[in-house]
Every structure is written in structure tokens, then in C-alpha cells.
């Protein structure tokens, strides 16, 4: 389903109830992974076509809404200071050991999505920002991190199920405008980072 079929299957019914803002968020994230949205180019030929596809092996969308300011996704195990990493030439993110700092300071809510896959996966092509990099985790289990005032509140734990790895990361980004959602949806900003072994 794409983005205006959704917004068109919402818009129909017309007032949205207080539950429906999460349902349009969710198919938002499945909508935005559909095989046919990753192609991209010509048509591959027929020795690309043999290749095995990577498989997704599990997944976390993180219901929690992170309100500003996400730092990041750290390990765990090791706690992480995520404002010391330096990020990429736009200031938006980058990689240290145990962590992925991610400055979203312009973005009021933010949920994330984490997948694994046992390769690499296919690109998408209908998300606003994406970013490719590595991290070394030491304990494979990550949450995001978001600071306010002082304090710091932490995320659902995704577990990517080895210690000491060393990931290949591939992380997205998609702002929902004012001329596209309704107002209880266009503070929200998607994250998408995916995970597969180095070594894969």
C-alpha cells in the first residue's frame, strides 16, 4: 500500500479516532519496505535475478514516541556518549563504538524501527534521508536515547543476538510534511536502521 493510498484510506473515514494516528504510522513504516518500492534503475538481468534476495531475520518498531531530542542508538552494556561522536559534512549522523549518534533536533516525536537482516538488504527509494556506515556493538543489544532538560529516557532494547559483531548499518529518514498529514501526524519524524553482519 502506498503513502497516498493510506492517507486516502484515512482521510474517507473522515474524523480520526484517537487510535488511528498509530495505525497510519504503522503502515506508513510496512509501506515505505514494500518490495516493489526498492527497486530502483533497469531491470536487473538474468544473473542478478539468481542472486538470493537477504531474508529479514527480526524486527522492532519501537511504540514509544521519542520526543526531543534523540540522541541516538546505543549498546546497552557500555552506556555511550552519543554527543561526542562526530557525525557526517550535514551534522546528522555518525558512528563511534557501542552506539549511532543521530542528532534530530529539528524533529518534536520520532519512532524508530530496527531490522535484521542476514545480508544486505534491498535499497528504498521513498525515504527522505539515508546513511550507510558500520558500528562494533559489544553487546548486541541496543536502545535509543533521547535527552531533555537534563535527563535521559531510553527506548524499547532490541536484541541483534551477537556479542562483539561488527554491523553494517543502513539507516532512513522520512518527515511527515504539513501538505501531506493531518496535524497529530507532521511532528513525527521515521527512522529506519537496519543491521546485517560485516562479514555477511
Not at 474524523?15 to 527497486?39: E, H, V, W, Y
Request: aromatic share 10%.
Amino acid at each position: 500500500m502506498s503513502a497516498t493510498a493510506i492517507r486516502a484510506r484515512y482521510s474517507s473515514r473522515g474524523t480520526i479516532s484517537a487510535r488511528r494516528p498509530s495505525q497510519i504510522l504503522q503502515d506508513l513504516f510496512f509501506s515505505c519496505c514494500l518490495p516493489g518500492s526498492a527497486r530502483t534503475g533497469p531491470t536487473p538481468d538474468l544473473q542478478e535475478r539468481q542472486k538470493p534476495m537477504a531474508e529479514l531475520i527480526a524486527e522492532l518498531l519501537d511504540r514509544r514516541e521519542i520526543p526531543k531530542y534523540l540522541e541516538g542508538v546505543e549498546d546497552v552494556a557500555t552506556g555511550w556518549a552519543l554527543n561526542e561522536t562526530p557525525t557526517d559534512a550535514e551534522g546528522w549522523i555518525g558512528t563511534g563504538d557501542d552506539g549511532i549518534a543521530i542528532h534530530e533536533i529539528d524533529s518534536e516525536r520520532c519512532l524508530i524501527k530496527y531490522e535484521l537482516w542476514d545480508g544486505p538488504p534491498p535499497a528504498l527509494n521513498t525515504w527522505d534521508r539515508t546513511w550507510s556506515g558500520s558500528v562494533r556493538l559489544t553487546s548486541g543489544k541496543i536502545r535509543a536515547v533521547n535527552q531533555y532538560s537534563g535527563g535521559e529516557s531510553y527506548g524499547a532494547v532490541f536484541d541483534l543476538g551477537r556479542k562483539n559483531g561488527v554491523w553494517r548499518i543502513r539507516a532512513y529518514r522520512k518527515a511527515l510534511g504539513h501538505e501531506e498529514f493531518t496535524p497529530d501526524l507532521i511532528s513525527f519524524t521515521l527512522l529506519k536502521i537496519q543491521f546485517w553482519l560485516e562479514s555477511a
